[in-house]
């Protein structure tokens, strides 16, 4: 019963941050609603019973991920930028769109309910995610790694201001 | 009690559908990004559920390897983002038309 409770507590927390984060005109104020709904989403996940991904959802997602979108706003100095309605129907075409998708997600998620598979006791902290991981998943993770080392080299050239074209022609 | 899997699935799929309004409604690069994270996060919660129904641990793993992929995705945008910022002076979606046909 208590489960309950806290599920529908942070699950409308979630909710209600996140219709902030699309409707609010200020992409700052979206920023930290983001944040507010991903700390729900956490508590989410321990609720499944992952707390190691919890821990991980704060650190990476409100931590550093959020911390970049905060500082890319305040580096471009958008915190006053407001974007002015323009294409209504367009804008109303979308809103309808993504209400009918969602009604029709839930409704079929309702109408076939999941079997409940046998499932045996369902160890999920760190030491057996790192077991896991170093095992049957070394490959997918050393490709990460050099996924994340790529993304730095593209964003570090992505983002200078054409600097490089006089520096290579003196 | 345990609460079951089909309240989690329907808030993902409530937070997935919000964050398809706000690519689909807004014009901020800003904002239309975080709107891809949170059905990324939609995307998660359904993982992690699954996991937990079927016992099983890939799941996990591969909410592992989904938020490293976020990471290195958030860094690219927003680094593409700033590029256009420096270019337009804007980063209205709408004003980014250089490779309209």
């Known amino acids: ?31 930290l609603a983001l944040v507010a709904s991903f700390f729900a989403l956490a508590v989410m996940y321990v609720l499944l019973d992952a707390p190691f991904m919890a821990a991980l959802q704060v650190i990476v997602y409100a931590g550093a991920i959020m911390v970049l ?21 367009q804008q109303f075409l979308g809103f309808v769109s993504s209400a009918a998708f969602a009604i029709a997600l839930v409704y ?25 991981l170093f095992e049957s998943y070394i490959l997918p993770f050393e490709m990460v790694s050099i996924l994340l080392l790529a993304a730095i080299v593209g964003a570090l050239i992505l983002s200078q201001r054409g600097q490089s074209k006089g520096a290579e022609q003196p | ?9 329907i808030l993902s799929a409530v937070l997935f559908c919000i964050g398809v309004c706000g690519v689909l409604t807004r014009r901020n690069g800003i904002t239309i990004f975080m709107s891809i994270e949170l059905m990324i996060n939609a995307v998660n919660l359904t993982f992690l559920a699954y996991a937990r129904e079927l016992g099983s641990l890939h799941g996990l793993i591969f909410v592992f390897f989904i938020m490293a992929i976020a990471a290195a995705e958030a860094a690219i945008g927003l680094a593409i983002f700033i590029a256009l910022y420096h270019h337009r002076n804007t980063i209205d979606v709408d ?4 490779m309209h046909w």
């Open chain 1, 1 to 31: 019963m208590f489960d309950l409770i806290v599920f529908f507590f942070f699950a409308a927390i979630a909710v209600i941050f996140a219709l902030m984060v699309i409707l609010h005109r200020n992409p700052v104020v979206g920023a």
């Open chain 2, 95 to 98: 004003e980014a038309n250089l």
């Open chain 1, 108 to 132: 079929y998620i309702i109408k076939f309910s999941v079997v409940r598979a046998a499932s045996g006791p369902f160890v999920s902290d760190a030491r057996a995610i790192g077991h896991s």
């Open chain 1, 69 to 89: 979108f905060v500082f890319v706003i305040m580096l471009l100095n958008l915190q006053h930028q407001k974007e002015e309605r323009t294409r209504p129907i």
């Open chain 2, 1 to 9: 009690m345990t609460i079951p899997i089909n309240y989690f699935l």
